[in-house]
């Protein structure tokens, strides 16, 4: 399948037509946002070991009986996706304390969560993706009460899946978000998942092994990703 048109442009992928009205085309690029875009570097390597990472994750999701709109790996930084009509509100799992929570409501960072949180953010960079709640996203119409309720039904069944997934791979898995559309009616799991939007930490030495290294200038950042696959099994080129 052969890229057409740039669709879209985001932070870290950018999207092209294909030939199929009804597949997409991802690409990783290596640059590396944070802050809600207000600061981005180019890191070397990344594109490729983010798709590759989000490749093997969705396969694995995909297994579990998780509708993703994940297709196939067409090369080191592409991949073949469904194309799906994207509900702009962020999905945040939190097994234990991180970032935004521990701001603002001054959790201790680290606190294990039980049972772990469910939180909704809306995708808006310009507003810097506020904290919203279920009834924002029906009134407002980002999505039904029945597609917000399968979203989170989902997000909670790829916890159960990836926590232990990373736990037998020595990695705690803190927080992460999902984003999810919909094909022809179904919702489904969008986007991408990788260490650039979750938090993981050693189980032994509670190591940063995510984009938290870029946001707080910790360095090392590819290495730890690719430490990360390596201990999941990612095949990396
Ligand atoms: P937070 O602590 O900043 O709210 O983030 C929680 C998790 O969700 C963390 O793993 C980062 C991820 N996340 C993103 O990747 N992009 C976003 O826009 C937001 C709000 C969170
Ligand atoms: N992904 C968002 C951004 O690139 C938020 C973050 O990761 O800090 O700005």
Sequence with gaps: MEKRTELYRGKAKSVYTTDD??????LFRNDTSAFDGKKIEQLERKGMVN???????????????????FDKLLSDTECLVKKLDMVPVECVVRNYAAGSLVKRL??????????????????????????INESHVVTFGWATAEQLQRMRELTLQVNDVLKQLFDDAGLLLVDFKLEFGLFKGDVVLGDEFSPDGCRLWDK????????????QGLGGVIEAY??????????LS
Excluded: H
Excluded at 51 to 69: C, E, V, W, Y
């Design 21 to 26: 009205p009804d597949r997409l085309i991802l």
């Design 106 to 131: 001054g959790i201790e960072e680290g606190k294990e969560l039980l049972p772990p949180t469910f939180e909704l953010f809306l995708k808006d960079d310009a507003k810097g993706d506020p904290f």
């Design 204 to 215: 032994e030495t509670r190591k940063k092994m995510d984009k938290d290294r870029f946001r």
């Design 51 to 69: 798709n590759r990472f989000n490749a093997f994750i969705m396969q694995k999701l995909q297994d579990s009986g998780i509708p993703t709109q």
């Design 226 to 235: 690719e430490e990360v696959a390596q201990r999941l099994g990612v095949p």
